[in-house]
């Protein structure tokens, strides 16, 4: 059995800019401390919700230094310092590891992708200069690119790969990982939408979005499937479906965003390419936080 960097549900933060554009590190601060308050259990800084893709290397590095530093030990900070370039990736992963995080998440390479040997040679290269653990992260829809099962049993046997962030959708590859790999490759939810069955196959958290806003409930949720009682987990993920759906209507993080600053948060918008929620879906995204009493319908 792997030593879990976590079980329950990580919040993939989001960024926070300064109206100037600059990254708002006051707010980030914020944020966490409220996710903290709420029951969190782990903070994924700088991952893609987190806008990394738009982030200078200074910046990178000063989000994961401050995430380590709010935090305190109190919840494990888990810093994503993937890239399509094996080296720049190690800079940035022994950056995190001298900024004191608790472990890494290392997405596979995209636009130049890899075959699955180079895969498999990338992640052991970067591992070769971290004594960190790391979740891999299979996210195809982005990157073009898909961890075969015959390469998750290879990378289930290395000592510092303590799990995998499954947000391919593919319920039929979640299962064939837990049947092909067990708890050698700890399964986590990288889809807020399917995080009950995903536990309910012996999954061991979330990566989520939701949380953002929603930190307590999705905690709640994870909890409850935790303890096996998948009827009353399921109940809240259907309550909240509507706006999980609405969170991912846009690409991520633009809604979720814009879901923020209309309770308040003030978080600021993205980072171009990414641009400002169209107005039909940010206002159906209203409508559906009013029905849940996230913000007034004044």
Same mark, same amino acid.
Do not use: W
């Given at each position: ?106 997405? !596979? ?8 040997? %180079? ?6 290269? /970067? &591992?070769? =200069? *971290? ?63 399917? !995080? ?8 061991? %958290? ?6 953002? /806003? &929603?930190? =307590? *409930? ?81």
């Amino acid at each position: 059995m792997k030593h879990l960097l976590f079980t329950g549900a990580a919040t993939a933060l989001i960024t926070p800019f300064n109206p100037d554009g600059s990254v708002n590190l006051d707010k980030y601060r914020e944020l966490i401390e409220f996710q903290i308050s709420e029951g969190i259990d782990a903070i994924v800084a700088v991952g893609t919700t987190g806008e990394n893709a738009v982030l200078s290397g200074e910046e990178h590095r000063a989000l994961m230094k401050c995430a380590v530093e709010t935090a305190r030990g109190r919840v494990p900070v888990i810093c994503s310092t993937g890239s399509n370039d094996t080296e720049y990736c190690i800079g940035t992963t022994q950056a995190a590891e001298e900024a004191g995080a608790d472990g890494l998440l290392l997405v !596979t390479p995209y636009y130049n992708k890899c075959t699955q040997n %180079g895969l498999v040679r990338h992640y052991e290269r /970067i &591992l070769s =200069k *971290t004594k960190l653990p790391a979740i891999v992260y299979n996210v195809p829809s982005r990157t073009g690119f898909n961890i075969s099962i015959s390469t998750y049993k290879e990378l289930a046997r290395h000592p510092q790969i303590v799990g995998t962030k499954e947000a391919s959708g593919n319920m039929a590859l979640a299962m064939e990982i837990r049947a092909q790999c067990g708890d050698d490759m700890p399964l986590y939810s990288g889809n807020d939408d399917i !995080t009950v069955p995903m536990m309910a196959i012996g999954g061991k %958290g979330v990566i989520s979005v939701l949380s953002n /806003i &929603l930190p =307590k *409930t999705t905690h709640e949720m994870c909890k409850l499937c935790l303890d096996k009682d998948f009827d009353k987990a399921s109940e809240l993920a259907f309550k909240y479906l509507d706006l999980t759906n609405a969170l991912f209507s846009e690409v991520n993080p633009i809604p979720v965003k814009a879901a923020m600053n209309m309770m308040g948060f003030d978080v600021g918008g993205c980072r171009l390419p990414l641009c400002e929620m169209g107005a039909e879906n940010k206002e159906k995204l209203r409508q559906i936080m009013i029905s849940h009493g996230l913000v007034s319908a004044n």
